[in-house]
């Protein structure tokens, strides 16, 4: 694995490496086996005149690599989301605020990333242009989870040293998880959404994969235009819960192995940690009995889409979007009015409390073939390969999709040992408490990579 973005800069700054090296080793990953599948289109043209330009190095992203999922709009490309609906949909006229961001601080944009079609599951695979792997298992092509599937791959391969993705469930810390990388969702509203191709309208998040956690901590500063507020606080500052009520259901025994480990890390560190039941969790089924806010937001959104196009959507998208029409208007209300007494009541519980534990998802990633597309060929098998695909997707959101809800922040940092297939650390709370958490990441991610041995 290459250094971390910061390392990297610091080198070039230094004079111990070369601006053009790094993005020609950038670029070879990037057309290397190991991301096949994970780039859509490529810039590396422009991504080499962007690290060979004066001054670049003196930027915050110093004319690194980075990767944009195919939600956000690029000055001249056409936004996709993966799809091919939109593959004759005229090209955007200018950059995201995301993007515009990126490039301000000096990011050389490698190209679009594949993702799941409009962002729409946690598993990651794409039928229209193929699954990229999973670069931890070279033995056995696994998912890279999802939504953001090629983001991740761009980052965990070493091509990309930022991939720009979005979270409406855990679309950027499943595919961290799955991967092996650092995943931040921040709280929604600090940054911005406009140029980026909605699931959702109340909980999609824009934000970032990256290396490690500071340089999660640049990607928000530079994607937010805000500053982190550090702080000193020791880890026996800090009081933690693991809230075991759903969150630790039905955990595989490398992730048990990898949550269990990192607590004993963290408590022998001197952490508090306190274990609580939330039961407020168990209630996310029936609020969300009608449907939850993605399938009617998405479906508001792909309406006239669908009325021309819909046979050529991928089936398990199609039929999660059309689940939309049946929620009727007061059912949305009354939907907005729960949430917010179910948000006050998992904020109370949580008080005094400066972040909860949790694994990231409850899995490490499964063969691809498990959940591959239906062929057609053989009903039978197409059918239960749909409904292993849907109870893996269920699955990967469940933990993720919480902090979503509550409107709050979280990241994904890993917590395997060398041998074991990527699993990640959550640690996560209500909104506006993004440096908090960022804070406490530093100190756990130091602390568990001298106890597992990961770089």
């Known amino acids: 694995m290459r250094p971390d973005l910061i390392a990297t800069r610091e080198a070039l700054r230094g004079g111990l490496a070369r601006a ?74 200018s950059d995201s605020p995301a993007v515009a961001r990126l490039r301000a601080a000096g990011g050389a944009i490698l190209g679009r990333t594949n993702m799941t079609e409009f962002a729409f599951s946690g598993v990651g695979t794409n039928p229209h242009f193929g699954t990229p792997a999973n670069p931890a298992d070279k033995a056995t092509p696994r998912i890279p989870g999802g939504s953001s599937s090629g983001a991740a791959v761009s980052v965990a391969t070493g091509a990309a040293f930022l991939g720009l993705g979005s979270d409406t469930g855990g679309s950027i810390r499943i595919p961290a998880a799955l991967c092996g990388v650092v995943g931040f969702k921040n709280t929604a509203r600090l940054t911005p959404r406009e140029g980026a191709l909605p699931l959702s309208t109340t909980l999609d998040t824009v934000c970032a994969m990256t290396r490690s956690v500071r340089d999660a901590i640049l990607a928000h500063e530079i994607l937010a235009d805000r500053l982190v507020t550090r702080c000193d606080v020791r880890l026996s500052g800090y009081r933690l819960a693991v809230a075991r009520t759903s969150m630790l259901d039905g955990l595989d025994a490398t992730v048990a192995r990898a ?90 519980a949580l008080r005094g409390f400066d972040a909860v534990l949790s694994p990231t998802v409850p899995i490490v990633a499964p063969p691809i073939a498990q959940v591959a597309p239906a062929d057609g060929k053989d009903p039978m098998a197409d059918a239960a390969r749909d409904e292993e695909f849907f109870r893996l997707n269920a699955l990967l959101l469940r933990n993720p999709s919480v902090v979503n809800m509550l409107d709050g922040c979280a990241i994904s940092i890993p917590c395997h040992e060398p041998g074991e297939l990527p699993c990640g650390l959550m640690i996560w709370q209500s909104a506006m408490r993004d440096d908090t958490i960022l804070n406490i990441a530093l100190q756990a991610e130091a602390l568990l990579a001298s106890t597992t041995g990961n770089p």
């Open 20 to 93: 053009s090296e790094e993005i020609e080793a950038s670029i070879t990953l990037a057309q290397s086996p190991a991301c096949d599948r994970a780039f859509l289109k490529t810039h590396f043209t422009e991504a080499r005149a962007v690290a060979a330009r004066p001054g670049s190095v003196a930027r915050p992203l110093a004319g690194l690599g980075i990767s944009v999922k195919d939600l956000f709009d690029i000055a001249g490309d056409t936004t996709a989301a993966g799809s091919v609906v939109l593959a004759e949909a005229p090209a955007a006229r």
């Open 259 to 348: 949550f269990e480990r990192s607590l004993k890390s963290l408590r022998d560190a001197g952490a508090r940690i306190e274990e609580i039941e939330l039961g407020a969790i168990r209630d996310l089924g029936s609020l969300q009995a009608t449907g939850g806010f993605t399938a009617p937001e998405s479906y508001a959104w792909h309406r006239a889409l669908f009325e021309r196009e819909a046979e050529r959507y991928d089936p398990r998208v199609r039929v999660r979007i059309q689940r939309g029409t049946g929620m009727l208007a007061y059912e949305y209300l009354e939907l907005i009015r729960a949430r917010a007494e179910w948000c006050g009541r998992v904020e109370a």
